[in-house]
């Protein structure tokens, strides 16, 4: 997707000072701005800077409603998702979630004693249900080009019949990240971390997409 | 903050000792690769891997959390220099605290998986959610 802007040039302003536009902030994807764009693609002389129009074409991509991933970040996934423990890592995260953040012991009724940091790390629903939902993310590992149609329908399910405010998701994802570092220090550099933080998110924006 | 929550967290600030600018430093540094449109607030620095700037800025960081960990009854009043730069100066989104709060986590978890308990972890959080209230009271 390819955009054309025309700014009009400004009579030149007191001093020389930059156009507005080149100060701006506004993300065009893969980290850069709309200012380091017109900073870069600016005239190179005055005479040129002094025509009434300058047109400037921006050739990358804004960012769209689907996650791309780069083939760095899926290797990165799924170099360190082959060394993960879909149990012990699943289990935990779920368990940090209802340790952290009580409020989310409310999804979980029917899974007995969750009284203490002990007796939920030890209880064997957290357990099951923890893998559960990371062997779900392991989906999402061989899907990762299409996680809004992968998860539609717990998108569906977690909306209409379990009404979990999404922002748990994101919290969960978090929880997830956590426990993967304290499991994997070595592997976990910072773009290690974007990779699966990238990939966190996108699934809890997955399972936000079909709420109404 | 509950009994309990203090003393966990200043058993944990007292066996970081002096490297706390360490791991804040690893967290600024984390959340410009995860986060990248967090890099606007450091434009004037230079971001590269091992940036002195930052490591600068990281160890800034960690003197506002040793003194926020040393004045836990009163952290809007120890904090308010920081809460008046960091709102009408700097003009930092409160989302960026969390952002940054979630990295220095995984930093901890990562050098510290022994001690970083459910527990220790739930502590944090308190401690670091008192922290961005203190920095952003609006973010409520």
């Known amino acids: 997707m390819s955009i054309l802007l025309t700014h009009p040039c400004p009579s030149p302003t007191p001093g020389g000072g930059p156009l507005p536009l080149t100060n701006s902030l506004i993300l065009l994807g893969e980290g850069r701005t709309l200012g380091q764009e017109m900073r870069n693609k600016r005239p190179h002389s005055e005479e040129a800077a002094q025509t009434c129009f300058w047109p400037i074409r921006i050739t990358s991509k804004l960012p769209d409603t689907m996650v791309h991933f780069t083939t760095e970040e899926k290797a990165a996934v799924a170099s360190l998702w082959a060394k993960v423990n879909v149990e012990v890592v699943g289990g935990e995260s779920l368990a940090r979630l209802l340790i952290v953040y009580p409020w989310t012991q409310r999804f979980f009724d029917s899974f007995g004693n969750l009284y203490s940091e002990s007796a939920i790390m030890g209880n064997p629903k957290v357990k099951a249900h923890g893998r559960k939902v990371l062997n779900s993310f392991g989906n999402a590992i061989e899907h990762m080009d299409d996680l809004k149609g992968t998860f539609a329908d717990l998108s569906e399910l977690h909306c209409d019949k379990l009404h979990v405010d999404p922002e748990n998701f994101r919290l969960l994802g978090n929880m997830i990240l956590i426990v993967l570092a304290t499991h994997f220090s070595k592997e976990f550099t910072p773009q290690m971390q974007a990779s699966w933080q990238k990939l966190t998110n996108a699934v809890a924006n997955a399972l936000a997409h079909k709420y109404h | ?140």
Not at chain 2, 16 to 30: D, F, K, M, S, W
Not at chain 2, 53 to 65: E, P, S, T, Y
């Open chain 2, 1 to 140: 903050m509950a009994p309990a929550d203090r003393a966990a967290v200043l058993a944990l600030w007292r066996k970081l000792g002096t490297n706390v600018g360490i791991y804040t430093t690893e967290a600024l540094e984390r959340t410009f690769v995860a986060f990248p449109s967090s890099k606007t607030y450091f434009l004037h620095l230079n971001l590269s891997p091992g940036s002195a700037q930052v490591a600068a800025h990281g160890q800034k960081v960690a003197d506002a959390l040793s003194l926020a960990v040393n004045h836990l009854d009163d952290l809007p009043g120890t904090l308010s220099y920081l809460r008046e730069l960091h709102t009408h100066k700097l003009r930092v989104d409160p989302v960026f605290f969390k952002l940054l709060c979630h990295c220095l986590l995984v930093t901890l978890a990562r050098h510290y998986p022994g001690d970083f308990s459910p527990n220790m972890h739930a502590s944090l959080v308190k401690f670091l959610n008192h922290v961005i209230s203190a920095l952003a009271p609006s973010s409520g």
